[in-house]
């Protein structure tokens, strides 16, 4: 089966600029995760969603972060304005509906922001 | 709230050599616990999870992780490694009944020929 796909896989750009990151998770899989992976660190989940309802997004910086996931899908996170710390790795996971079923990741979109 | 602390931030270690890969874990309710792997330029990987049960569990490739409930701890151990085994290893743990991860900060094992 396909995996986790996530686009773009690199990105630079300057401060105070928006960003958007796409990831279409495994077909069938309910829930969709967005991790941010800062060099040196473990991944932090930012927002967790339940078909398209969000679960968690206790940990996402909702005056810059954004994200959705309209038809329970694909999703998109946006970052406006960047600043020079969200430089990471954005990981998207997904994983079918259920209690502590096997999350499965994609490579991830490493993002430099200048 | 949930904590993972890997304590190794780096391991070498010579083919075919043992190793073990540390992890505590701190918690005020039942979790389950996991180790990740991320080969280079790929994403994590599951590599095995402590749900109930059996407190020692294994991976189809050679390693194991003990869940030791008073010492706090899951550590990662393989008998002897391979070179192929030279990658990032995350220790997770969520909530029992939750699905979201915390994860440690990572150990990179790099296996020497």
């Known amino acids: 089966e396909a995996g986790v796909a996530q686009s773009p896989r690199y990105k630079i750009i300057e401060k105070r600029q928006s960003v958007a990151f796409w990831c279409n998770p495994i077909?069938?899989?309910?829930?969709l995760y967005w991790y941010q992976q800062i060099l040196g660190q473990g991944p932090k989940l930012l927002i967790q969603?339940?078909?398209?309802?969000?679960?968690?997004d206790s940990q996402l910086p909702k005056d810059r972060f954004s994200a959705e996931r309209l038809k329970g899908v694909d999703s998109t996170l946006k970052i406006q304005p960047a600043k020079l710390e969200d430089s990471a790795v954005y990981l998207c996971?997904?994983?079918?509906?259920?209690?502590?079923?096997?999350?499965?990741f994609g490579q991830g979109t490493r993002l430099t922001v200048v | 709230a949930q904590s993972v602390t890997q304590l190794d931030s780096q391991v070498p270690v010579f083919e075919e050599a043992p190793v073990e890969l540390r992890c505590n874990y701190s918690?005020?309710?039942?979790?389950?616990l996991f180790w990740y792997v991320q080969y280079p330029n790929q994403g994590l990987q599951l590599l095995l999870k402590y749900l109930s049960g059996s407190t020692l569990v294994e991976s189809i490739n050679g390693f194991e992780a003990e869940f030791n409930k008073s010492q706090t701890s899951f550590h990662l151990r393989k008998p002897s490694v391979h070179i192929s085994d030279t990658a990032e290893y995350f220790c997770?743990?969520?909530?029992?009944?939750?699905?979201?991860?915390?994860f440690g900060t990572g150990t990179r094992l790099t296996v020497i020929p």
């Open positions: 969603f339940q078909n398209n309802g969000v679960v968690d």
């Open positions: 997770a743990v969520s909530k029992t009944g939750a699905n979201n991860l915390f």
């Open positions: 996971a997904s994983s079918v509906r259920g209690q502590n079923t096997e999350a499965f």
């Open positions: 077909s069938g899989h309910a829930t």
């Open positions: 918690s005020s309710v039942s979790v389950y």
